[in-house]
């Protein structure tokens, strides 16, 4: 069966210190691969996905990239961090019966 | 452009009454719709698709594409049902997979 892990789970980083937040899937193979943000109040807002190896598109201009080096690896990532980068960050693959999420990564910018 | 709409943040009921959470799209062509449910400390999950036509935990969909609508509807709410929903859009000429900004249910007992 399939399986998204995400990493770290809680990272408490200073402002503008670099960001590395890794999502890797077991069991299949080119899935679609996601990076959104969760808000209260704002939903899941879409900031990168992937269809394969180093295709990466973006839809939210802003201070984040992301990278698929590999397969099963997406990777979110920052030179450097602003206070606003603050928030909950999910990664997701999709298949054919829907998205399946990661545990998702609180990131708080001090 | 892809758009998913939930115009209720919150929506409070009563165990053992109806609850019907509205969600609008915007897309030219052929949609898949879904709606994710994520209970309190769990990871977001599928909860049923259009396509398969399914009632999951008594809740149902149905797409109207005249409308643009996908609402998810349950005839009896129960205390359990209380989550975060959220109605989401896959376009079929894209590979982006779009989120409405979620719709909190509260079951009160």
């Known amino acids: 069966s399939q399986t998204i892990h995400q990493w770290p789970a809680t990272l408490v980083q200073p402002v503008g210190s670099p960001l590395s937040l890794e999502c890797t899937v077991e069991?299949?193979?080119?899935?679609?691969l996601y990076w959104y943000r969760q808000a209260a109040g704002r939903g899941l807002q879409l900031l990168f996905y992937?269809?394969?190896?180093?295709?990466i598109s973006s839809e939210v201009p802003q201070n984040l990239s992301a990278s698929r080096p590999q397969d099963r690896q997406f990777i979110l990532s920052s030179k450097k961090l602003l206070l606003s980068d603050s928030g909950f960050y999910l990664c997701?693959?999709?298949?054919?019966?829907?998205?399946?999420f990661g545990q998702g990564t609180r990131l708080t910018v001090v | 452009a892809q758009r998913v709409t939930q115009p209720e943040k919150l929506l409070s009921v009563f165990k053992g009454a109806p609850v019907e959470l509205k969600c609008n799209y915007s897309?030219?062509?052929?949609?898949?719709l879904f709606w994710y449910v994520q209970y309190s400390r769990q990871r977001l999950q599928l909860l049923l698709r259009?396509?398969s036509r399914e009632s999951i935990k008594g809740f149902t969909a149905d797409l109207n594409k005249g409308e643009t609508s996908f609402h998810l509807k349950k005839p009896f709410a129960q205390e359990e049902d209380s989550a975060m929903y959220y109605c989401?859009?896959?376009?079929?000429?894209?590979?982006?997979?779009?989120f409405g900004k979620g719709t909190k249910l509260t079951v009160n007992p």
């Open positions: 997701a693959w999709r298949g054919t019966g829907g998205a399946f």
């Open positions: 069991g299949t193979s080119n899935p679609n």
């Open positions: 992937s269809v394969g190896i180093g295709q």
């Open positions: 897309y030219s062509g052929s949609p898949e």
């Open positions: 259009h396509i």
């Open positions: 989401a859009l896959h376009g079929g000429g894209s590979e982006k997979l779009v």
